[in-house]
């Protein structure tokens, strides 16, 4: 596969090598993580695999450690190709593939444990960053493009995972994942553009449009929805439909469009806001040719917030059949999962700004307990960095009830304090296995699981190594 970025021959090779092993298997068991990133990659390894007559079963995981890699393997297939983790846990793997329980096929892009097996599929084994250049989902369509060149179609997949994973800024995506467009819109399935990036411009009327934009804050505009309203109502342009309904984002006609965006800066000009974010609120924006305007599938930010409302919450089936094409049942299931997704993620970061947090000398940390789900704290800790509730300058760690002996641990950081050294994922890992547990993932995110009762010592040393990181 030719692919964007730095030159890496290695990595289709080594895609190549995968490839075949899962073409010589005579069972392969699909294991895959259950966000956006872990289901898009899913669903391509599962279309890939389908389209090459390979026999599988596909199963997802929460979370993939000692104890449900055992249980795996007692599946008893001969091949398990894992996607969207695996690297972090191979040493776990290796135990099981040394005695003879079945071949790992990885394609993964989180830190790799040390250890080593054959078929490892991996951007950080060959100079791209796992972070930023190249997802999970990105990992799989490099293994489907080795199974099959006709697979570029599924190339729309993995710019929903890459973007649900937050490797995409104004500029778009870039590396190994600016490869993978140039596939997905040679393939018809995505275009790429220049527009607001704002999210929900397909479904969110104009004023909870901007009402809700918070990456970018405009006061009297932004968290304000009497301001919003007076903003629109003040532009000389047909707002609203016949019926008196505010108009969506993609109604509107590109002069429109343009009128607004250009009063939307005027304003953040007005208010003092620096030029640099104002710059942030256009950028590259990914549309999914193949899906209904005006829908959550037809804006790649949005489709990998529907996936994530879906396996957070226990129903990856639902998800994966979104991702498969089934435009039904399926994702009627997986828009109340959405709305129901949405309204824990505004309790969960209201009860971040209620309760606030605690700071350390180089991290701010707070425990939600049972209060928010753990399969979501993470995403509700993302949303907290970029609230005034939260010192932009300190990466946040969040705790949740894992179960009745665990606690989850979510940690997020920004491009910024990457850019100075942080390295969440080395954190997480270190300070989870001085507690006896366990954790990785990304520089700028990453999560671990640990005893109950180790939250003390656990972010004592936290704090110490994001110290030594960040100088």
């Known amino acids: 596969m030719s692919v964007a970025g730095p ?65 795996i393997a007692e599946r008893e297939f001969d091949t398990v190709l894992f996607t ?42 060959f100079g791209l960053d796992g972070a930023s250049e190249l997802s999970g989902a990105g990992a799989s369509y490099v293994l489907a493009h080795a199974l099959d060149p006709e697979n570029r179609d599924l190339a729309a997949l993995a710019v929903v995972g890459a ?10 995506l870039t590396g190994a994942n600016e490869g993978i467009v140039d596939h997905a819109v040679s393939a018809g399935v995505v275009e790429s553009g220049t527009d607001l990036t704002l999210y929900g411009k397909q479904t969110r009327p104009l004023p909870k449009l901007l009402e809700y934009a918070s990456d970018v804050r405009i006061p009297g505009v932004s968290n304000d929805e009497a301001g919003a309203i007076a903003f629109l109502s003040d532009l000389d342009l047909e707002l609203r439909s016949e019926d008196g309904e505010w108009r969506r984002w993609v109604d509107l006609t590109d002069e429109d469009r343009r009128t607004l965006a250009s009063a939307l800066m005027q304003r953040a000009v007005a208010s003092g806001v620096p030029a640099d974010r104002i710059e942030e609120l256009v950028g590259t924006a990914y549309t999914l040719t193949d899906e209904e305007p ?22 990856a089936d639902v998800g994966l059949a979104v991702c498969l094409g089934e435009r039904g049942a399926a994702l009627e299931q997986a828009r109340t999962l959405l709305r129901n ?43 907290a960095i970029g609230s005034p509730a939260v010192d932009a300058s300190k990466p946040i760690v969040a705790f949740a009830r894992k179960d009745a002996d665990h606690l989850k641990v979510s940690a997020r950081g920004s491009h910024r304090l990457v850019r100075k050294g ?43 190594i994001v110290g030594d990181q960040l100088g």
């Open 163 to 172: 973007i649900g994973d937050m490797q995409g800024g104004t500029e778009g």
């Open 84 to 125: 969207d983790f695996g690297s972090g846990q191979l040493d776990a793997i290796a135990e099981h593939e040394a005695a003879g329980a079945f071949t790992p096929v990885i394609a993964d892009h989180h830190q790799p444990a040390d250890a080593e097996t054959e078929y490892h599929l991996n951007p950080l084994l």
């Open 7 to 71: 030159p890496v021959p290695a990595l289709a090779e080594r895609a190549e090598a995968c490839a075949t092993r899962l073409r010589e298997a005579d069972r392969v068991l699909l294991a895959s993580h259950i966000d956006a990133d872990g289901l898009t990659s899913g669903a391509i390894a599962t279309s890939a695999l389908s389209r090459a007559g390979i026999d599988h079963e596909v199963v997802f995981e929460k979370q993939l450690d000692e104890e449900s890699i055992a249980a």
């Open 341 to 383: 997704h949405r309204r824990n993620l505004s309790e969960g970061l209201q009860f971040v700004k209620a309760e606030g947090v605690t700071h350390e000398d180089h991290l701010q940390w707070f425990d939600a307990g049972s209060r928010i789900r753990e399969t979501i704290v993470g995403i509700v800790a993302g949303m």
């Open 422 to 464: 942080l390295d969440l994922s080395a954190v997480m890992g270190e300070a989870s296995r001085a507690v006896e547990g366990e954790g990785g993932g990304h520089d700028v995110a990453a999560g671990a699981t640990i005893p109950d009762g180790t939250r003390r010592e656990f972010l004592e040393t936290a704090n110490a």
């Open 294 to 315: 005006g829908t959550e599938l037809r804006d790649v930010s949005e489709f990998s917030t529907l996936l994530n409302a879906t396996a957070r919450y226990e129903r």
